[in-house]
């Protein structure tokens, strides 16, 4: 029952498949992780509150769906930090603290002596929120997964990140300090919604499209910066961008289920934001994406 449920279960996540596709082998692999972790909890959980078969069953899905989210996530994690390692590694902007030095390891502004930095990182994602135009490179939804952003960008926030420490910092710490900045870096946990789950569920607090083009006027600058955004989106991202209140035009335009148009709209609205940024003409600049979307969506 288990095995058939892993099976089940880590379909959900594409993160987690191997290149070739997932294969029996693979498979036997995952359920032996799953036993080695969880068996124990597992079997005391199941002997307190399993009632029948039926909710052994129930116990047993759940137990495997959440296990293999936080497996996606750390997977998630571990390859930014390769990607983090790698721009600090190719960019003469930083360097690695030598040997017998505190703080040895760690990484740290080229050419600045500081001491290792602790303590909380809220005041380092606020100032990684300061970066502008961070751009994401185009993604497409059939790669394993999407990128935080691109080099310049990715070397921008780590440069402001670690002026704003003033101290020498580990790669797992940037990390942290990334994940909290780009929550979209975490693979989306693909769960099944409730069967009276509707339009009260709040994917995002953001304006609406319609409220956004009502609140603002094109001018020429804005304009560009959409023309740039939006050659950042893919043609299906285009298309979806009119819909981000509606998951329901969303389905019947991706031809997904009702939990994967949630999904695909928290993750556009996100890469929104992050292509969007801060600036004082955030809504200009929203206005025109949405403008040139719908025109995208009326040629289709």
Not at 72 to 90: H, I, N, P, Y
Not at 212 to 218: E, F, K, R, S, Y
């Amino acid at each position: 029952m288990i095995y058939k449920l892993i099976r089940e279960e880590v379909r959900r996540l594409p993160v987690l498949s191997p290149a070739a596709g997932w294969q029996k082998a693979d498979l036997e692999d995952l359920l032996g992780d799953f036993l080695a972790d969880r068996i124990e909890p597992l079997t005391a959980s199941l002997l307190v509150q399993a009632r029948n078969d039926d909710s052994v069953g129930k116990l047993l899905r759940k137990s495997i769906r959440h296990w293999l989210i936080d497996r996606s996530r750390k997977t998630a994690v571990v390859s930014l930090g390769r990607s983090l390692e790698k721009v600090l590694v190719d960019s003469g902007a930083f360097e690695i603290v030598p040997a017998g030095t505190e703080g040895a390891g760690r990484w740290r502004l080229a050419g600045t002596a500081v001491q290792p930095w602790s303590g909380p990182h809220t005041r380092l994602v606020e100032a990684a929120y300061t970066v502008p135009n961070i751009r994401v490179p185009k993604w497409n939804s059939d790669t394993r997964r999407a990128p935080v952003a691109d080099k310049a960008s990715i070397e921008a926030v780590i440069h402001v990140v670690l002026t704003a420490a003033a101290g020498s910092m580990e790669v797992a710490q940037l990390v942290e300090v990334f994940t909290a900045r780009f929550p979209v870096v975490l693979d989306p946990v693909v769960v099944t919604l409730p069967a009276d789950a509707g339009s009260e569920i709040a994917v995002d607090a953001q304006p609406s499209p319609e409220e956004i083009v009502l609140a603002c006027a094109d001018d020429a600058e804005a304009a560009s910066a959409a023309e740039g955004i939006v050659s950042m989106l893919s043609p299906k991202e285009r298309h979806m961008v009119p819909y981000l209140d509606s998951p329901g035009e969303i389905q019947a335009l991706v031809g997904c289920g009702r939990s994967q148009a949630y999904q695909r709209v928290a993750r556009l609205r996100e890469k929104l934001r992050q292509l969007v940024g801060e600036g004082d003409d955030v809504l200009s600049v929203g206005a025109e994406v949405i403008r040139l979307c719908s025109g995208a969506v009326e040629t289709r």
